[in-house]
């Protein structure tokens, strides 16, 4: 049946991911934001807005439920605008969740364009599209993560505490000494030692597994543990002798708070630990994961799509005033961050499509003549041909907007 495109805002009815690592109960954070009842022992940890096959979301067209991806093949111009069809094709470009988790989730990356289209063709099952997955991740509350690698001269201090990780791998055959600067030689070095300690994981199992319990008794018997050290000691207790406990000494721990943002190009390591964000990825459910997962683990897949680069990560620091852009390096996705307060209120223009998620209070959607209410737990496709919308605050009102910069 031909529908008919009407320029106006459209509610997503959007599908949640219930993965083990979600909060659940009292913490459950996804069923609160969007005013839902809360099924005992039900753990939350995705909301998917957009048209990815695993959890694609719907809207409502002339009294009938349809696919967005749907929608979107019927009126491609008016939802997505020009430039997307042209530099995209007649697809969504982005993915944009809500993220919730209790748990730790695997450690892992994400590969390249290039590298995708490999592993799709020779993997379709474990890598299920042909294309990268850059992603970003903001904080709605807190964020606990692990993301990139420390820096050489931390990692020399790690190994310094651990003799036993060199005692496993062998020893080095280069120091860490006086790698101040993250140089490409001894980032080649840091390479050479990382897939020894991956692959020799996968090899000589036994070995490693009395590496880390020899880690775990020296934690036990410290009088005051580190966070890192707490972390180990947990993940160690629920996932047993996995080389993803590593890790958790070998990346940069951070703690995002409300706002702040961090940004993953391909082959950056990282895991989530804990927290509740909104993330938004190039379409694609592309994961190299390499521990702390029941999951499909691939070791050599891992550290060849890994950058190897070194140091701190940068952070975005979140919105000073009503408006804050988290711009991306990729031609896929940003994200404005919208905070009205009472009755004030802000223009867009659109060029291409977006989706807004209203994570708190109130308001409205005023645009060509018509205007929506919104409210804490919506999400709203805004198609290209709008234009141009008003957001007005009733009280206050925050949202999230994906867009295609
Ligand atoms: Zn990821």
């Not at 003799?163 to 062998?170: A, K």
């Not at 390479?191 to 036990?220: D, G, P, V, W």
């Amino acid at each position: 049946m031909k529908l008919k495109f009407v320029a106006r805002p459209y509610e997503l009815i959007n599908k949640i991911q219930n993965y083990s690592w979600g909060t659940r109960n009292e913490q459950a954070f996804i069923p609160r934001l969007l005013n839902m009842a809360v099924e005992p022992d039900t753990p939350y940890a995705e909301l998917w807005m957009g048209t990815h096959p695993n959890a694609p979301s719907e809207v409502v067209v002339d009294g009938r439920r349809i696919l967005l991806s749907e929608f979107i093949k019927q009126f491609p111009q008016q939802i997505l605008g020009t430039r997307v069809i042209e530099r995209f094709g007649v697809q969504l470009p982005f993915l944009f969740k809500v993220l919730s988790a209790a748990e730790a989730l695997s450690i892992q990356a994400h590969p390249n364009k290039q590298q995708a289209e490999v592993l799709h063709q020779r993997d379709p099952e474990h890598y299920p599209d042909d294309n990268h997955k850059p992603e970003i991740a903001i904080a709605l509350d807190e964020l606990t993560a692990l993301v990139g690698f420390r820096s050489l001269k931390e990692m020399d201090a790690v190994l310094r505490t651990f003799p036993e990780i060199l005692e496993f791998t062998g020893p080095l055959e280069f120091t860490f000494e006086g790698a101040r600067h993250e140089e490409q030689e001894n980032r080649q070095k840091f390479r050479q030692f990382y897939q020894t300690l991956m692959l020799k994981s996968q090899t000589h199992a036994t070995e490693m597994e009395a590496t880390l319990n020899k880690i775990e008794q020296k934690l036990l018997q410290k009088k005051k543990r580190t966070e890192r050290d707490e972390w180990f000691l947990k993940l160690k207790k629920k996932y047993g002798a996995d080389v993803g406990l590593f890790s958790i000494y070998l990346l940069n721990l951070l703690h995002l708070k409300k706002g702040q943002g961090v940004f993953l190009k391909a082959g950056v390591p990282h895991a989530y630990l804990k927290g509740n964000i909104v993330e938004c990825m190039a379409n694609s459910d592309n994961v190299v994961r390499a521990g702390l997962t029941p999951k499909f683990k691939d070791v050599k897949t891992l550290i060849e799509v890994l950058t190897y680069e070194t140091g701190p990560v940068e952070i975005y620091e979140g919105a000073q005033n009503a408006k804050y852009v988290y711009k991306t390096p990729v031609d896929e996705f940003s994200i404005t961050h919208v905070n009205l307060d009472e009755k004030s209120k802000l223009r867009f223009f659109l060029e291409t499509v977006s989706i807004m998620m209203v994570v708190n209070g109130k308001g409205e959607i005023v645009f060509n003549g018509g205007r929506l209410a919104i409210q804490k737990g919506q999400s709203i496709l805004l198609p290209a041909e709008i234009a141009s919308f008003e957001l007005v605050s009733d009280g206050s009102l925050e949202i999230f907007s994906a867009y295609v910069p």
